[in-house]
């Protein structure tokens, strides 16, 4: 006997036209703070040295901290790395060399680790005489790390136009936690979006369309309405 909340569900169905998820979208927010690692690097050999040892959420901070605090002025600036070697420490091919990393097709954490310490290995080995330069007091690397708040919000997607319309007022946080640090930090496959469109629907083409955006060339706000868009595109067929 089907139970009393299943009956409402295919009810809501039949006046919406859309199908129902079975487990509801549950939107989270993050609050996020900054604070020291104690480690510093003076030149190219403690910059290895101190990548190889410091927490993942110190290479998360450093790769992906602009994607919120430049979030509205230009979505793709340069990591901290990049920076850091090239208007610091004065070693621009280097920076270039950092710079080029496509840090989009990492899906962990350690794998960029290891492709950043393999690129600059990489360099002073080419370039044994850089590792002799040093910086001046205070214009050292100081590692950082970010540590994160993860908060449920009072907001649940049942159907992709519930998931629209809150997607239309959520915070950018919430866009940022659901779309970076579920598929980097959490180690996920795809974004939390795409995996639950596709489980709950079987919505696998457009699951896919938005598993495919690039979320580092687009702003916060941009990788709103692009979604949105899509979403709706697809509502439009119905």
């Not at 040892?53 to 450093?62: A, K, L, Q």
């Not at 920076?83 to 954490?109: A, C, H, M, N, P």
């Not at 850089?130 to 790390?145: A, I, L, P, R, T």
């Not at 060339?217 to 439009?236: G, Q």
């Amino acid at each position: 006997m089907a139970s009393d909340a299943s009956l409402l569900n295919k009810t809501d169905e039949k006046e919406s036209g859309l199908k129902k998820a079975k487990l509801p979208f549950h939107f989270y927010t993050r609050l996020h703070l900054t604070v020291l690692t104690g480690l510093k690097a003076a030149n190219l050999t403690e910059l290895l040295e101190h990548l190889k040892e410091v927490p993942g959420s110190s290479i998360y901070h450093h790769t992906h901290r602009f994607l919120q605090q430049h979030q509205y002025l230009n979505p793709e600036p340069p990591n901290d790395f990049a920076y850091w070697t090239t208007e610091v420490l004065g070693e621009k091919k280097l920076g270039e060399g950092i710079s080029s990393i496509d840090v989009v097709q990492f899906s962990t954490i350690r794998d960029l680790r290891n492709r950043l310490i393999e690129v600059i290995s990489n360099y002073v080995q080419q370039n044994p005489l850089s590792q002799k330069k040093f910086v001046n007091d205070g214009e050292e690397f100081y590692f950082m790390k970010s540590l994160s708040f993860i908060l449920p919000t009072h907001d649940f997607a049942t159907d992709l136009a519930e998931f629209i319309e809150i997607l239309k007022k959520i915070t950018v946080d919430s866009i940022y936690f659901h779309v970076f640090e579920a598929r980097l930090r959490l180690e996920k496959k795809t974004n939390d979006f795409s995996a639950w469109i596709e489980q709950e629907f079987g919505e696998t083409d457009l699951a896919r369309k938005l598993s495919n955006l690039d979320p580092y060339t687009h702003t916060l706000e941009d990788l709103r309405r692009i979604i949105i868009s899509i979403v709706e595109k697809r509502l439009r067929r119905k």
